[in-house]
């Protein structure tokens, strides 16, 4: 097994800081997941680890040994891609050791973990297959057991899931994450989607522009978001955020969005109750086992996730509370959580 240190890392092009002096460090055998949106500079983190780019500065330890210097191809390191990059002309049997002949591992040795690896991953009745007669997901089979054939102790995947459709999407999800820990190996992978990293993760890495912004379970993104964006970014749908006042103890929401405090509650934090903050319905979304329910209070919004189908038209009037347990402040300039 082995763990991932990142110290002070910097990616910079000019000015430009697509990392921006980020620290973070896996455990043994943990599944972390890089998250963030478009630009954040989680796949760039990803490629400084594997050694396809050079850090500016900083550096990358790989169990106790510093490899900020060291080729990619001596790292130890297992990648999966988000282009399956499967070799058109070769059967899945070659694609998935073409590694080992490179680096002239013994025709015995090479069928030895074929046959383990393709067993793995429910690939053994393909493996005379061109990647022409694969679907999507049997692709990406083929791609995770040519990584994980070299049997490293560590596996980067940059975003692998995002060529799948949703039902696939999801069944990859649970198989990646069971291979993981059958496995015990250390996994660290890049997703823009929330549902993969809190479904999956040990521990979640947000980033935003370059920077680490929280990292923790994904229990703890989720019970206690450190910055306004962590709110907004964890959570479907997202957390509530809506300029606040105080009010016998607790956070009303203020009528225009402006001050200095801003509350977070969760829509599914909040009910439909004969007294609290009135409101008035402006729509809603069914979506089967609940309904997510927009309400205005002033020039503010907030949305209302409750079971079932509530029957509440456009105009209705309204009153929500939540419980003090579930409120979250924020200071409305820095974004940042507020203590108690």
């Known amino acids: 097994m082995a763990r991932i240190r990142v110290r002070n890392l910097v990616k910079a092009w000019g000015d430009f800081r697509a990392v921006d002096d980020i620290e973070f460090e896996t455990n043994d055998g943990e599944f972390v997941a890089l998250l963030g949106p ?4 989680k796949s760039t983190t990803l490629r400084l680890i594997a050694g396809l780019d050079q850090a500016s500065s900083g550096q990358i330890f790989i169990d106790d040994r510093d490899v900020t210097q060291v080729a ?12 399956y990059a499967l070799f058109p002309h070769l059967n899945v049997a070659d694609n998935i050791t073409f590694g080992l002949s490179v680096r002239g591992v013994s025709r015995a040795e090479r069928e030895r973990r074929l046959e383990k ?4 991953l429910g690939v053994t009745a393909l493996l005379g297959r061109k990647p022409s007669q694969l679907s999507g997901g049997q692709q990406q089979r083929v791609a995770l057991g040519r990584a994980l054939i070299s049997e490293a102790p560590v596996c980067l995947l940059d975003e692998p899931l995002s060529n799948l459709d949703a039902k696939l999407r999801a069944e990859m999800r649970n198989e990646i994450r069971t291979l993981q820990q059958r496995l015990g190996i250390t996994m660290v992978f890049v997703t823009h989607d929330q549902t993969e990293a809190m479904s999956m993760a040990d521990r979640v890495i947000l980033m935003k522009s370059g920077k680490v912004e929280q990292c923790g379970t994904p229990a703890e993104l989720y019970e206690n978001p450190a910055s306004t964006f962590v709110a907004g970014f964890i959570g479907t749908p997202p957390m509530n955020l809506v ?5 016998d103890g607790r956070l009303a929401v203020a009528a225009a969005a402006s001050g200095d405090l ?5 829509p599914e934090h909040i009910e439909f109750a004969g007294e609290g903050q009135e409101a008035i319905v402006a729509g809603s979304e069914y979506f089967g086992a609940d309904t997510v329910v927009a309400c205005r209070i002033g020039e503010q919004k907030l949305m209302v996730r409750v079971p079932g189908r509530p029957g509440l038209g456009t105009g209705a009037q309204v009153r929500l509370t939540w419980a003090a347990a579930n409120e979250h402040a924020f200071d409305a300039q820095s974004g940042l959580r507020k203590s108690a």
């Open 38 to 41: 478009s630009g954040c500079g």
């Open 72 to 83: 990619a191809a001596k790292r130890n390191l297992a990648l999966v891609f988000q282009s």
């Open 117 to 120: 690896t393709a067993a793995l």
């Open 243 to 247: 300029a606040a006042s105080p009010k």
């Open 262 to 266: 801003v509350l977070g509650v969760r």
